[in-house]
């Protein structure tokens, strides 16, 4: 006699995580329950709906314009996240909640809505921001919590990854001589969220999280599982910075040299040589001088320039290979 398997409910989340760069500083957009003034943070989402939608994205664009009022341009899948305890509740026996993460990009930076936010990205993920030199709180805190926690022995709940756990951190943070990747946004936001460094490991009833004396507060916390979706988005985005010019999609139609600068160095999260990286630019054939100046610069007028969107054919891989001025200093 053969025994028919309990049937679980699913629900299919869609999430966005909506970027622009505001004055120099990446920005996501964020909802708050209206009225609550001390809610966590949530990325735009709303529950996929086959009779309503023709397609996910389709779903996605319709979520988001309701809740934000946001029109969308560019907007990419990023992955599925189905781990049910990062958006269970207690005593929760409901439909599972599988998460569909999306990046998209924005110019808009004026939201007319009460319970709508565009946060600094770097808010969340304070560790990230290598611009003006290594994050201080990678060594007055991250550092030695994670080392401490290296001491514990595996949680019950933890899958212990085949590299060790000093390795993992020295690796991931940049220590003791390593290099320091800034595409690794997520594996970072993972470690953190094994050890119980982050909220959002307390809040899910992580046993590593529950060991630590006081609560862990590394970052602006977002509910569920939706800063992990937001890690993704970084990753994804700087990764692509390298093969493809997403960045103009955060630019307006005429830019100045330095404007385009500043924008890859607020995503990149690292400081940039100003005459490489107009070398690279003006080298690879990416944008084209206007023929105006800029005057509102606070100084001398600045050529303005525009994309070549011709060199998404021209090139196989047309991104900016972007280094920074220095390796950013090793612990």
């Not at 599972?96 to 990046?103: D, E």
């Amino acid at each position: 006699m053969s025994i028919k398997p309990r049937q679980a409910g699913i629900e299919l989340g869609l999430h966005a995580s909506i970027v622009s760069v505001d004055r120099n500083e990446p920005h996501v957009v964020c909802v708050t329950s209206p009225g609550n003034s001390k809610a966590r943070d949530s990325l735009p989402f709303g529950v996929f709906t086959p009779l309503a939608h023709r397609t996910l994205e389709i779903g996605l664009r319709r979520w988001v314009e309701e809740q934000t009022g946001l029109s969308l341009g560019y907007v990419e899948q990023l992955y599925t996240f189905g781990d049910r305890g990062r958006h269970a509740r207690e005593g929760d026996r409901g439909p599972h909640m599988v998460s569909i993460g999306y990046l998209a990009l924005t110019l808009q930076t004026d939201i007319a809505k009460e319970h709508v936010r565009q946060r600094r990205w770097y808010d969340f993920f304070p560790w990230e921001d290598w611009r003006l030199g290594r994050p201080q709180i990678i060594d007055t805190t991250i550092e030695p919590l994670l080392l401490e926690w290296c001491k514990r022995k595996p949680d019950n709940d933890a899958h212990e990854h085949p590299l060790g756990r000093k390795e993992r951190i020295r690796f991931l943070f940049g220590l003791n001589g390593v290099s320091w990747d800034e595409e690794k946004v997520l594996d970072r936001y993972e470690l953190l969220y094994e050890a119980g460094l982050l909220e959002e490991a307390l809040i899910d009833g992580r046993s590593a999280a529950k060991a630590w004396d006081t609560p862990c507060e590394l970052g602006r916390p977002m509910n569920h599982d939706h800063r992990r979706i937001l890690a993704t988005a970084m990753s994804r985005m700087r990764g692509k910075l390298k093969y493809r010019p997403l960045v103009f999609e955060l630019l307006p139609p005429e830019f100045t040299l330095y404007e385009l600068q500043k924008v890859v160095e607020a995503i990149s999260g690292t400081p940039l040589h100003k005459q490489n990286f107009r070398r690279l630019v003006e080298g690879g054939g990416f944008v084209e001088a206007t023929g105006d100046m800029k005057k509102s610069t606070g100084g001398r007028p600045a050529k303005l320039f525009k994309f070549r969107r011709v060199a998404l054919v021209e090139r196989p891989s047309p991104g900016l290979r972007v280094k920074a001025t220095t390796p950013p200093p090793n612990a």
